[in-house]
């Protein structure tokens, strides 16, 4: 029987790409290296590009879609449980009538459980990792950024064998608005009253919000994007187990997991099989919903299941199915901004002219950013001259004048420069920003974040000096696939 | 703590401050341009079991020290290109190599 995902019809934009081979990614692979990217707010029509792999097609659509209607086999999460045990933490995902899936509780250092934007968080501890001498525990839960300190009862005051206060699972419903992390800690008052509090970050839940992408990888190996796959926002996965079950040789595959990799990273790999949690359950196939991180620049996506004694990989051949992030959506984290509005270096740079859309980053510096590339930091020298190379490279020629009028059809990068420290000598150049459609500019400011600001001269000050010449091309049409 | 390790913690706080000041540079060579990272690289061979804990989860321009020190240059100066990548590639040198470091000790 047919596992199909179906490509939701009312999407305008059809398929028109390859049908890619149908080879397995060998079990030794390595995931494939990132490439540049060049999609970004600044050419905000680049819609979710395929960058290997497979055709894909891009439809500004929501992703709370008919497409879900159209896959009566694959399955969203109806809630999330965190559970907290005496020696770890394992985080799942429930699906009502079907089952659970155990889903990967992170590295550590960040975020170890999931939750989703208007959907149930259930938060289990075991009392042993409580001491006895505490009266009264309580989850305290809160939305990070932006959200309010919320607070769940856990006991009731009654103990165990142990004289442990039993507790109580915690349930509330994500704000249907929420992105970010959830951020949750246990309070505990003791005899004496005296209450403690601690923050752990691995106690975090990433938080997947509503607006995001769905990528479909249907039963005839072609991919869709639907939405826009943005840095912040959610990533659903539909995935459709028929394809490695051609893979296969027709062997129906088990343990079918999705292998997702941002920036390259070690992959979080997600099980895509619901297991029965109660006898009658049918399981059935899972679409898993992630966060994107903020500092997400591209993912790569591959899928392996087992069939008898071995395993099978839907993996474009080897080089993985890979996607570019779009920068994140203004100010999403209001840090972003105010790590700017604190420096000294930018005067010009008020409250009011400009917005964050991406977090601090060492991955990548203005120069690259100018260049479409954010995998990289690109820094040709500090004279003038070495400017006008790079930039000839890309097409650009310098213009006689800073001239910092928008013209729509053309691209502008204006770059800034100073007088040395020493007093004497060439100009150095310090800064670059890139013009977008609509005339505003977009910086990356050396390790602190992205930001788009008004005009030029928001940046003027006693740290870039000021714009000392413009670069200009033919606009580039937008990367389409269909 | 050895004599080199506490050197490097206060060397390695001035620089990662000075770099923290400097944040809005572009220019890579800013942060490298110190009295504080030039007192790193001297170090030597005993600070690079240091440099690569740091480098782990810290900078990315902690590459340039480890090619001052080792004199290695297979993976470029450590101040341009994917940093990301090229800390990968330090840190599976480092797990290849780290015994030549540790067994001559600091």
């Known amino acids: 029987m047919s596992n199909r995902i179906g490509r939701p019809s009312f999407?305008?934009?059809?398929?028109?790409?390859?049908?890619?081979?149908?080879?397995?990614?060998?079990?030794?692979?390595?995931?494939?290296?990132?490439?540049?990217?060049d999609q970004f707010d600044a050419r905000a029509t680049r819609a979710a590009t395929l960058l290997t792999g497979a055709s894909a097609t891009a439809a500004a659509v929501p992703i709370r879609s008919k497409a879900l209607d159209l896959q009566p086999q694959v399955h969203e999460a109806t809630g999330y449980e965190a559970r907290f045990e005496q020696n770890g933490r394992k985080a799942s995902a429930a699906i009502a009538g079907h089952g659970r899936v155990q889903l990967p509780a992170g590295s550590g250092r960040g975020p170890s459980f999931h939750a989703e934007a208007g959907k149930p968080l259930t938060v289990n501890a075991d009392p042993a990792r409580f001491s006895s001498t505490y009266e009264k525990v309580e989850l305290v839960w809160r939305v990070y950024p932006g959200g309010t300190e919320n607070v769940v009862p856990m006991s009731d005051g009654t103990r165990d064998a142990n004289g442990?206060?039993?507790?109580?699972?915690?349930?509330?419903?994500?704000?249907?608005?929420?992105?970010?992390?959830?951020?949750?800690?246990?309070?505990?008052?003791?005899?004496?009253?005296?209450?403690?509090?601690?923050?752990?970050?691995?106690?975090?839940?990433?938080?997947?919000?509503?607006?995001?992408?769905?990528?479909?990888?249907?039963?005839?190996?072609?991919?869709?994007?639907?939405?826009?796959?943005?840095?912040?926002?959610?990533?659903?996965?539909?995935?459709?187990?028929?394809?490695?079950?051609?893979?296969?040789?027709?062997?129906?595959?088990?343990e079918v997991v999705a292998c997702v990799s941002f920036n390259g990273e070690p992959p979080i790999e997600v099980p895509l099989d619901i297991r029965p949690d109660q006898p009658g359950q049918p399981g059935g196939m899972f679409m898993p919903s992630l966060r994107v991180p903020f500092e997400a620049t591209d993912v790569a996506m591959w899928?392996?299941?087992?069939?008898?004694?071995?395993?099978?990989?839907d993996s474009a051949s080897g080089q993985n199915f890979k996607f570019s992030v779009g920068v994140a959506r203004d100010d999403a984290d209001p840090s972003w901004k105010n790590e700017l509005l604190r420096s000294k270096s930018f005067p010009n740079l008020t409250a009011d002219k400009f917005v964050g859309v991406g977090p601090s980053s060492e991955r990548y510096n203005c120069i690259a950013w100018t260049l479409g590339n954010r995998n990289e930091w690109v820094w040709p020298g500090t004279?003038?001259?070495?400017?006008?190379?790079?930039?000839?490279?890309?097409?650009?020629?310098?213009?006689?004048?800073?001239?910092?009028?928008?013209d729509p059809t053309l691209e502008k990068v204006v770059i800034y420069?100073?007088?040395?420290?020493?007093?004497?000598?060439?100009?150095?150049?310090?800064?670059?920003?890139?013009?977008?459609?609509?005339?505003?500019?977009?910086?990356?400011?050396?390790?602190?974040?992205?930001?788009?600001?008004?005009?030029?001269?928001?940046?003027?000050?006693?740290?870039?000096?000021?714009?000392?010449?413009?670069?200009?091309?033919?606009?580039?049409?937008?990367?389409?696939?269909? | 703590m050895s004599d080199v390790a506490m050197r490097f913690e206060a060397l390695?706080?001035?620089?990662?401050?000075?770099?923290?000041?400097?944040?809005?540079?572009?220019?890579p060579y800013v942060f490298l341009e110190h009295p504080s990272f030039d007192a790193l690289v001297a170090l030597g061979r005993g600070a690079v079991p240091l440099i690569i804990e740091r480098y782990r989860h810290g900078s990315v321009f902690w590459g340039a020290a480890l090619r001052r020190i080792t004199g290695i240059t297979t993976f470029g100066e450590g101040v341009v290109g994917n940093?990301?990548?090229?800390?990968?590639?330090?840190?599976?040198?480092?797990?290849?190599?780290?015994?030549?470091?540790?067994?001559?000790?600091?």
């Open chain 1, 417 to 482: 420069g100073r007088k040395p420290m020493t007093g004497s000598g060439p100009l150095e150049v310090t800064h670059g920003a890139l013009m977008d459609e609509q005339g505003r500019f977009t910086s990356k400011i050396g390790t602190q974040p992205l930001i788009r600001h008004q005009s030029a001269d928001d940046l003027t000050g006693p740290s870039y000096g000021a714009p000392v010449r413009v670069y200009v091309r033919p606009r580039q049409p937008p990367v389409s696939v269909s």
């Open chain 2, 83 to 106: 940093l990301d990548e090229t800390r990968r590639h330090w840190l599976k040198w480092w797990d290849a190599h780290q015994g030549t470091y540790t067994a001559q000790g600091a």
């Open chain 1, 164 to 254: 442990r206060l039993n507790l109580q699972p915690a349930t509330f419903e994500v704000p249907p608005d929420a992105s970010g992390v959830m951020r949750l800690s246990f309070r505990t008052t003791d005899k004496s009253g005296r209450v403690s509090n601690q923050w752990d970050p691995s106690n975090d839940a990433a938080i997947a919000s509503r607006e995001g992408a769905t990528v479909s990888f249907t039963e005839d190996f072609q991919t869709q994007v639907d939405g826009k796959v943005r840095a912040g926002d959610s990533l659903r996965i539909a995935y459709d187990q028929d394809r490695l079950k051609a893979i296969a040789g027709g062997k129906t595959p088990s």
């Open chain 2, 12 to 27: 390695a706080a001035r620089w990662e401050q000075h770099c923290a000041d400097h944040r809005e540079a572009s220019n």
């Open chain 1, 383 to 406: 004279r003038v001259e070495d400017f006008d190379t790079l930039y000839a490279q890309q097409g650009y020629k310098p213009l006689d004048s800073v001239d910092l009028s928008h």
């Open chain 1, 11 to 37: 999407v305008p934009t059809p398929s028109t790409g390859v049908t890619p081979e149908r080879a397995a990614r060998s079990p030794g692979e390595k995931t494939s290296s990132t490439r540049a990217v």
């Open chain 1, 303 to 313: 899928f392996r299941g087992k069939a008898d004694d071995g395993t099978s990989w």
